[in-house]
């Protein structure tokens, strides 16, 4: 089921900061920020050559990332993203296995415009997993 490494994502409170941080110190080559209102975030992407760095800025009143930053005021890893060719095979097969898929269990979609899906964190070592299909 699990595929390639897609991105990690780290939330940060001020995407312009973060973005100028690669850019700029990093040397990186940073996407324009794109706004993800059905997520509550707006992100942009670093190729680093193996997977992409996703960096996420809260969009809107009822950001998912609001809580997220609250506890970490600095930033901080949020999630990793695996890719998987057929997301509702995955989907149904983590269920069968008893893992809690979030939301409504139905994929939504994603910054790369394919449908995504996130795993309970509590179900996977305490780190919140995004499924994307590739
Ligand atoms: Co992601």
Redesign the pocket.
């Known amino acids: 089921m699990l595929g390639r490494l897609n ?1 990690v ?1 780290i939330a940060v409170p001020d995407l312009g900061a973060a973005s100028a941080v690669y850019r700029t110190t990093l040397g990186a080559k940073v996407t324009d920020p794109q706004a993800l209102p059905e997520h509550g975030v707006t992100v942009v992407f670093i190729d680093v050559g193996n997977t992409k760095i ?1 960096l996420l800025e809260p969009l809107g009143e009822n950001s998912s990332i609001a809580g997220f930053l609250q506890k970490n005021p600095a930033g901080g890893m949020h ?1 990793v ?1 695996y890719e998987v060719a057929d997301i509702i095979a995955a989907r149904d097969q983590l269920k069968a296995s008893g893992m809690r898929i979030l939301g409504e269990g139905e994929p939504k979609t ?2 790369h415009g394919k449908p ?1 899906l996130f795993l309970h964190p509590k179900d996977f070592q305490g780190t919140l997993v ?1 499924l994307e299909q590739i």
Do not use: D
Request: charged share 20%.
């Open positions: 991105h994502a996703e999630h993203c994603g910054a995504v995004e």
